[in-house]
C-alpha cells in the first residue's frame, strides 16, 4: 500500500530554535499534502493544506510565518517550525493523497516535537 | 458545536464482545465519512470508510444516517488488539480539491482479557 515517511520522529531542541520536519511519499505522487497538530487527548487539527508548486492554504488561527511550509516537489512536502517555543511541542503529522479524488490521504508517522 | 462529536469514552469490554461508537457531523452537506484506529502515540490508519448503505469488514460494521447526521461503528467479537483510539473523520466539502478531512477528538477503546 502506500507509505508516507515522515522525518525526523521525535525532536527535543531549545526555545527559539526552527524545526524542519520532512514529509516523502515512496511510492506515489503526492499532489496535495496536509499537516496536522496533534495535543494530547485532542483531536488532529488541520494546520494547512500544499499542492505541488503552490502556496500552502493555512487554517484559521494557524501562522504562516510561524509554520512555513515548501512543497516543491510530487513526492516532498517540509514544514518548519520557526523560532519554537515550549507551546509549540506537539505531535505533528502529515498526510498525502495523489490526484484521484477518491482516493484517501495517507499518514505519516508523526513527529513528536519537545521545545524546553 | 464541534464539527465532528464523538463521546471520548473510554469503553471498557472484555474479549469477545460486541461495542458500538458513534458520532454526529454538523455539516448536512458533508460527502465522505471514515473510521480511523489511532494507537498511543502513533498516527492514525483508516480503518474503513463509511457508505451510505452501510458497510461491513469482516468484525467491524458502519452505518451511516444522513437524516440524522450520525455515523456509527460496530466491533464484534472484540479483541485484545482493538485497543485503541477510534476517530471519526468527515471531509464536509463536495467537490472540494483539498479533499479536507475534520477529526473527531476520538473515542477510546480499552478490550480487557
Known amino acids: 500500500g502506500a507509505v508516507v515517511s515522515q522525518h525526523p520522529s521525535r525532536v527535543i531542541c531549545k526555545s527559539g530554535t526552527s524545526v524542519k520536519i520532512e514529509c516523502r511519499s515512496l511510492d506515489f505522487q503526492a499532489t496535495t499534502m496536509f499537516w496536522y497538530r496533534q495535543f494530547p487527548k485532542k483531536s488532529l487539527m488541520l494546520m494547512a493544506t500544499s499542492n505541488e508548486g503552490s502556496k500552502a492554504t493555512y487554517e484559521q488561527g494557524v501562522e504562516k510565518d510561524k509554520f512555513l511550509i515548501n512543497h516543491a516537489s510530487l513526492t516532498l512536502s517540509t514544514l518548519t517550525v520557526t523560532s519554537a517555543h515550549p507551546e509549540d511541542s506537539s505531535f505533528y503529522i502529515c498526510?498525502?493523497?495523489?490526484?484521484?479524488?477518491?482516493?484517501?490521504?495517507?499518514f505519516g508517522d508523526g513527529t513528536r516535537l519537545s521545545i524546553l | 458545536r464541534k464539527e465532528v462529536e464523538q463521546d471520548p469514552g473510554p469503553f471498557n469490554v472484555p474479549e469477545g464482545a460486541t461495542v458500538a461508537f458513534n458520532c454526529t457531523y454538523s455539516?448536512?452537506?458533508?460527502?465522505?465519512f471514515f473510521w480511523y484506529r489511532q494507537d498511543c502515540r502513533k498516527e492514525p490508519k483508516l480503518l474503513m470508510s463509511?457508505?451510505?448503505s452501510g458497510n461491513e469488514d469482516g468484525r467491524f460494521t458502519a452505518q451511516l444516517n444522513r437524516a440524522s447526521q450520525y455515523i456509527s461503528l460496530l466491533i464484534r467479537d472484540s479483541k485484545l488488539s482493538d485497543s485503541a483510539t477510534y476517530l471519526c473523520v468527515v471531509n464536509p466539502w463536495w467537490g472540494d480539491s483539498s479533499y479536507k478531512l475534520i477529526f473527531g477528538s476520538g473515542t477510546r477503546l480499552l478490550v480487557r482479557p
Open positions: 498526510s498525502a493523497r495523489n490526484w484521484d479524488s477518491a482516493s484517501p490521504q495517507h
Open positions: 463509511v457508505y451510505s
Open positions: 455539516n448536512s452537506a458533508s460527502q465522505s
